[in-house]
């Protein structure tokens, strides 16, 4: 009930291509969805993050999407770059404020 | 650089040690939060403090506590240690008592060998 699925576990992408990542929850009580991206020996930061009131969001080349009755959210990254190699984790809070839960991560590759 | 400290960046003990971890916050920050990186489970979220009061609880073993002082800084505790303890302890702070909704700006990690 309080895992966050995550798929693919790893993903290459050309530069220029479109990189989708996708995660599904069981929970109805999340109520709040960020993405984080993590490089290697830093920490998380986060990317973009979205409530389900909205199906979509988009910040630059990032876009959330968000499908409540599904009960799954997708990051689409337009034009990958190289630098944006990473790993990315979904992450989704209960609406009690109480526990916070991250998908398994996603090892973006993005060839130049 | 996210502006949020931790010390040490690397731990090496034995099992049945205990370890103090810290962290301090970026200024202005109230509320902490600690989490847990490890190849088995992923990154876990332990526990959250806000201006010096425990706020959320997540998945902390008993082993393992903390603690936020009147200067804002935060220890993570944790004793027992077993091999298993070993992984990335990140630190994380965020302006406000909004749990996980505010920004949380991670630190850069302490990473915990048990041996």
Redesign the interface.
């Known amino acids: 009930q309080q895992q966050v699925k995550q798929s693919p576990q790893s993903l290459i992408v050309q530069k220029g291509g479109i990189s989708i990542i996708n995660c599904a929850y069981e929970n109805t009580a999340f109520d709040?969805f960020?993405w984080y991206q993590q490089f290697p020996?830093?920490?998380?930061?986060?990317l973009i993050?979205i409530r389900p009131d909205v199906s979509e969001k988009k910040e630059g080349r990032f876009t959330i999407s968000f499908n409540k009755s599904a009960k799954q959210f997708s990051l689409h990254i337009m034009d990958s770059q190289p630098g944006d190699s990473a790993t990315y984790?979904c992450a989704a809070?209960d609406n009690y404020?109480?526990?916070?839960?991250?998908?398994?991560?996603t090892r973006l590759s993005v060839l130049p | 650089d996210?502006g949020?400290t931790q010390t040490p960046k690397h731990l090496i003990t034995a099992t049945g040690q205990r370890v103090t971890l810290r962290c301090s916050p970026r200024s202005g920050d109230l509320s902490v939060?600690w989490y847990q990186q490890s190849l088995d489970q992923?990154?876990?979220?332990l526990i959250q403090y806000y201006n010096g009061e425990e706020?959320?609880?997540?998945n902390i073993l008993e082993r393992f506590s903390a603690q936020q002082f009147p200067d804002l800084h935060s220890e993570l505790n944790l004793s027992s240690l077993e091999l298993g303890d070993s992984a990335l302890y990140?630190c994380?702070s965020s302006l406000t008592t909004?749990?996980?909704?505010d920004?949380?700006?991670?630190?850069?990690?302490t990473r915990l060998t048990v041996l």
Not at chain 1, 98 to 104: E, H, L, S
Not at chain 2, 98 to 101: A, Y
């Open positions: 709040y960020p020996g830093k920490g998380p930061a986060l993050a984790f809070r404020g109480q526990n916070f839960v991250f998908g398994p991560g | 996210s949020v939060y992923g990154l876990q979220f706020r959320a609880k997540g990140f994380a909004r749990s996980f909704t920004t949380q700006y991670f630190g850069p990690g």
